[in-house]
């Protein structure tokens, strides 16, 4: 069984930045999509970021030029580096390991809380 463990949120105030850690337990190299996703209270949850094997990103137009993705494939470890953070940015934030054959897991979230 993969596991996916998200960490890193808490409470910021706005404009301010934080980083979201996602470990994967399999080698990352077997992961073809790793996909960040939130969801406030009261919402769906929304498609936030993504990255695929090969390097190609996607961010939602509301997070583009805060948002990226860094990998660290030493560690099995996607990250959602999160910069000019607003109040409309808070909601419990999921990472999404995709593999092959559609198999796919997901973390547990971890909440974020933007807030003066």
């Known amino acids: 069984q993969v596991q996916v463990v998200e960490s890193g949120g808490g409470l910021v105030q706005p404009g301010g930045s934080l980083r979201l850690s996602c470990v994967v337990s399999?080698?990352?190299?077997?992961?073809?999509?790793m996909v960040w996703h939130r969801q406030a209270p009261g919402k769906q949850r929304e498609l936030v970021a993504s990255?695929?094997?090969?390097?190609?990103?996607y961010y939602a137009d509301s997070v583009k030029e805060r948002f990226t993705i860094p990998i660290d494939n030493s560690k099995n470890t996607a990250y959602l580096q999160m910069n000019t953070l607003k109040p409309e940015d808070t909601a419990v934030y999921y990472c999404?390991?995709?593999?092959?054959?559609?198999?796919?897991?997901w973390g547990q979230g971890t909440q974020v809380t933007v807030s003066s």
């Open positions: 999404k390991a995709n593999f092959p054959a559609g198999v796919f897991q």
């Open positions: 399999k080698n990352i190299f077997a992961i073809t999509q």
């Open positions: 990255i695929t094997r090969g390097g190609t990103t």
